[in-house]
C-alpha cells in the first residue's frame, strides 16, 4: 500500500507541473555525457519548458563595492547537501591529478565570474552553490560547446535555452552572457526543484533529461540519488555527474586544503551598461574609447562577430566602470548603416559549399566540430547544405600581421577595460589617449608587429620562433598567469623583431618545404618505377606451353627422345608414375628447356 501512495504522490507532482507547462520531449538532446573533463563540457538537457517570449532581466550595472551578500538566509529553497563518499574521493583525486590542469584553468576563471553568478543566483533565492555546476559544465567558458551543440557557461542546447528567454540567432547567442545565461540556469533550476523536491535529483535531470530521471523513480520506488545510481538505470556520465560537483565545489571552497593555492585569479567581473538604439560595430566603438577590443568583447560576449544588433528595438552594452559619456561619443561614431555578419578578424573564413560536403567533412577538413560549425552560423540540425552557399569556418592560414596605427583608432591598446580610461570630449585629452598608446606601442619603422595565434600555439612556441622569451610576451600584452590563448588572437611581438628575421624564418621553412617536397617527389619517382616494373613483369610474354599429342606406337621414352628431355623430366611435369599407362590422343605438357 505503501509503494502505491508513493508513486500516486509522484504522479500528482507531475500532472501539477504539466498544468502550467507545456510538456514536450526530444530524444536528440540526450546526448551522452562525457565524464572526463578533457573530453569536453556536459550537455544541459531537459523536456521542462519555460517562457521562451520573456526575454531574461539583466542589470544596468554590477559594482564590486556595492555586492555586498547579506549573512542572513535567502534562499527559498533547502540547500544542497554535503557528502563525501568513495565516488567523490575518485573526483577529488582526479582534479589532483590527471585532471589538475583543467581545475586549475577553471578556478582562475571562476574568480571573474562567481560574484556575478552568485548575485543572479541570490536574486532568484536560489543556493549560491549552484554556481559550482557551471564550473564542471564548461570551466567557465563562454565559447565551449560540447557534441550535442550545447554552448556557454551553462551548456544549454539550442531549444532549451530559447525556452528559457535566450536569444539566439546568427549575429547572438546568449548562452554565452554570463548574466543572462545565468538567469536561464536559475529559471531551469527552480522548475526542476519544484517536480523533484531534491536537489541532486535536480542536477542529474539537468545533465541526462528529467524524463529519464521521472522514469528510474517510479520504476525503482526511491527518490533517493545514491539507491537509483547503484541499480545503474542512469547513464555513467549522470551517475559521475553529481560526486564530480561535489569534488569541484569542495576544491573550490578550500583549495589551499586540495593543493591548488598558487591559483592566479582573473579579477572579478564589473561593469556599466549604456543604452542605445541603433546596431554598431563593437570594434569600432573599443576603438574609439581607447578600449582593446578582445577586453571590451569579454564584457558583452553574447556578441557572435563585431556586429552588435538591436533586440526589440533596443542595444544595451556593458561597459568598463565611469566610461558612460566616453562609449556614447564613441557608439555615435560606431553606427553601422547595414547590418550584415562581420567575424572576429582572424577567427574565420568563408568557405564554398562543394557537391558531396557535409558538415562532418567540413568539420575535418578545418580542424574543428560539426557543433562549433552549427553554432558559428547558426544552422539548425535538420537543415541541409546547399551547394555554392558559403559559411564561416576557423581561419587556420598561419601568418604574422603589421598593422599601422590610425591617427584615431588605436584597435591594438592593451589596456584593460579596468585600468584604461574614457576618451575624453576634449580634444585635448584625446590627443594625450593617442600619445600614450603609441608610446607604449614597440613599432619598427612606425608598425607594430603582431602574431596570429593559431591552434596549438603556445606563448613558449611563440616565444622560441621569435627568438623572445615568455616573460617578455607576457609584459607586452598584459597577460596574466593562468589566461589561456585563444586561436586567432593577435599577440604583440618585441620591437627587435626584425623583417631580417622574418625572412630567415621564411627561408627556413621554404627550404624545408622544399625538402620535403624532394622527398615526396623522390619517392613517388620510387613508386612509379616500381609499378612500371610491376607492368612489365605483368606484359612481358611467357613461353608458350609444348603440348605433344600421344599418337599409336608411340610411348614417353620416344616422345623425349623427340623433344631431347629427360624421361623424368616429362613423367614429373605430367605427374605419370607408370610410363607404359598413356593413351593415344592424350596430351602431353613437355617441359621447357632454359
Known amino acids: 500500500m505503501q509503494r502505491w501512495t508513493s508513486k500516486l504522490s509522484v504522479l500528482l507532482l507531475s500532472v501539477a507541473f504539466l498544468a502550467s507547462c507545456a510538456h514536450t520531449s526530444n530524444k536528440a538532446e540526450k546526448n551522452a555525457i562525457p565524464t572526463d573533463p578533457t573530453n569536453g563540457p556536459a550537455t544541459a538537457t531537459t523536456n521542462v519548458t519555460g517562457d521562451g517570449d520573456a526575454p531574461a532581466p539583466t542589470l544596468d550595472s554590477f559594482h564590486l563595492q556595492e555586492d555586498k551578500p547579506s549573512n542572513d538566509k ?49 536574486d532568484n533565492k536560489l543556493p549560491e552553490d549552484l554556481f559550482y555546476i557551471a564550473l564542471i559544465e564548461s570551466g567557465f567558458s563562454a565559447r565551449a560547446t560540447s557534441h ?52 541532486y535529483l535536480s542536477m542529474a535531470s539537468y545533465n541526462v533529461g528529467e524524463g529519464k530521471v521521472k ?88 556578441f557572435k562577430g563585431e556586429i552588435a544588433t538591436l533586440s526589440n528595438n533596443s542595444l544595451t552594452l556593458r561597459i568598463p566602470v565611469g566610461t558612460l559619456e566616453a562609449a556614447k561619443l564613441a557608439a555615435n561614431e560606431s553606427k553601422v548603416d547595414k547590418v550584415e555578419f562581420v567575424a572576429d578578424a582572424g577567427d574565420t573564413q568563408e568557405y564554398r559549399i562543394r557537391r558531396g560536403d557535409s558538415l562532418y567533412t567540413i568539420a575535418r577538413k578545418f580542424r574543428t566540430t560539426v557543433a562549433y560549425l552549427r553554432d558559428l552560423n547558426d544552422i539548425p540540425r535538420k537543415k541541409r547544405l546547399k551547394v555554392g552557399s558559403r559559411i564561416s569556418v576557423p581561419d587556420r592560414t598561419p601568418r604574422v600581421s603589421k598593422v599601422s596605427y590610425k591617427t584615431q583608432a588605436p584597435s591594438t591598446a592593451t589596456t584593460s577595460p579596468a585600468d584604461s580610461k574614457p576618451v575624453a570630449s576634449n580634444s585635448q585629452s584625446q590627443e594625450k589617449t593617442e600619445a600614450m598608446v603609441q608610446t607604449n606601442s614597440p613599432t619598427v619603422d612606425g608598425i607594430s608587429k603582431f602574431y596570429i595565434v593559431q591552434s596549438g600555439d603556445s606563448l613558449f612556441s611563440i616565444a622560441m620562433k621569435y627568438n623572445t622569451t615568455v616573460e617578455n610576451l607576457k609584459k607586452l600584452n598584459s597577460i ?66 609444348t603440348y605433344h599429342i600421344v599418337r599409336r606406337g608411340e610411348n614417353l621414352e620416344k616422345i623425349a627422345n623427340k623433344y631431347d628431355i629427360n624421361l623424368s623430366d616429362i613423367k614429373s611435369k605430367n605427374k605419370i608414375r607408370n610410363s607404359s599407362k598413356i593413351l593415344v590422343g592424350q596430351r602431353i605438357l613437355i617441359p621447357t628447356v632454359n
Not at 81 to 103: A, C, D, T
Not at 169 to 179: G, L, M, T, W
Not at 234 to 244: A, D, F, G, H, Q
Open 74 to 122: 535567502v534562499s527559498e529553497f533547502d540547500e544542497i547537501p554535503s557528502e563525501v563518499n568513495p565516488l567523490v574521493e575518485k573526483w577529488i583525486g582526479y582534479f589532483q591529478g590527471k585532471g589538475r590542469g583543467h581545475m586549475e584553468r577553471y578556478l582562475a576563471r571562476s574568480a571573474r565570474y562567481e560574484k556575478l553568478m552568485k548575485k543572479v543566483l541570490r
Open 148 to 199: 550535442a551543440s550545447a554552448v556557454g557557461y551553462w551548456q544549454f542546447i539550442r531549444g532549451t535555452g530559447k525556452r528559457y528567454g535566450l536569444e539566439i540567432n546568427k549575429f547572438v547567442d546568449e548562452r554565452r552572457d554570463p548574466e543572462v545565461a545565468t538567469q536561464a540556469a536559475a529559471d531551469y533550476f527552480k522548475a526542476l526543484y519544484s517536480m523533484f523536491g531534491s536537489w
Open 215 to 302: 522514469r528510474e523513480i517510479n520504476r525503482l520506488d526511491t527518490r533517493d540519488f545514491w539507491e537509483i545510481a547503484k541499480k545503474k538505470r542512469l547513464p555513467r556520465e549522470t551517475v559521475n555527474y553529481i560526486p564530480k560537483y561535489l569534488a569541484a565545489r569542495l576544491i573550490a571552497k578550500d583549495p589551499d586544503k586540495y593543493g591548488f593555492g598558487e591559483i592566479d585569479y582573473l579579477p572579478p567581473i564589473e561593469f556599466d551598461t549604456v543604452k542605445l538604439n541603433e546596431p554598431l560595430n563593437l570594434r569600432i566603438m573599443s576603438e574609439k574609447m581607447g578600449l582593446n577590443y578582445e577586453d571590451f568583447k569579454a564584457l558583452n560576449p553574447k
Open 480 to 545: 596574466r598567469r593562468g589566461r589561456v590563448l585563444k586561436v586567432g588572437a593577435k599577440i604583440r611581438l618585441p620591437a627587435d623583431v626584425s623583417d631580417n628575421k622574418d625572412e630567415t624564418t621564411t627561408k627556413k621553412s621554404q627550404n624545408s618545404q622544399d625538402s620535403t617536397q624532394k622527398k615526396i617527389n623522390k619517392g613517388r619517382r620510387q613508386i612509379a618505377v616500381a609499378k612500371n616494373m610491376v607492368v612489365k613483369a605483368k606484359t612481358k610474354k611467357q613461353p608458350k606451353k
